[in-house]
Nanobody, 132 residues
């Protein structure tokens, strides 16, 4: 059974930074594509960023491009989300996700980012709150 454990959420003022981490219980290489999603109250869950573990290629939602960076540390079985220039609209519960599906790097960037249903495993979530 795979477990994903997120950490690093908190409360910051607009313009601040946070780094989220997602530690996997097993080798993250089992999951060819990992991602971060978020869900604000009364809103649908949306993709924030994904990373293909085949070639470390990232993809980002338009709303976070240039501000967020997703990365992986294979030795630590951990995926990170560095968030900078945070805005109040970034306030949400952030979830880490992993999928065993292996359809290539392009699929991870262009399909998985938009489709939370393809992910097999989810973390418990970590709250990010950005005040004006």
């Amino acid at each position: 059974q795979v477990q994903l454990v997120e950490a690093g959420g908190g409360s910051v003022q607009a313009g601040g930074s946070l780094r989220l981490s997602c530690a996997a219980s097993g080798s993250i290489f089992r999951h060819r594509c990992m991602g971060w999603f978020r869900q604000a109250p009364d809103k649908e869950r949306e993709g924030v960023a994904t990373i293909s573990l085949d070639d470390s290629t990232p993809a980002y939602a338009d709303s976070v491009k240039g501000r967020f960076t997703i990365s992986q540390d294979n030795a630590k079985n951990t995926v990170y989300l560095q968030m900078s220039s945070l805005k109040p609209e970034d306030t949400a519960m952030y979830y880490c996700a992993a999928t065993l599906q292996n359809h290539g790097s392009m699929w991870c960037r262009e399909v998985a980012l938009m489709t939370s249903g393809v992910f097999d495993y989810w973390g418990q979530g970590t709250q990010v709150t950005v005040s004006p």
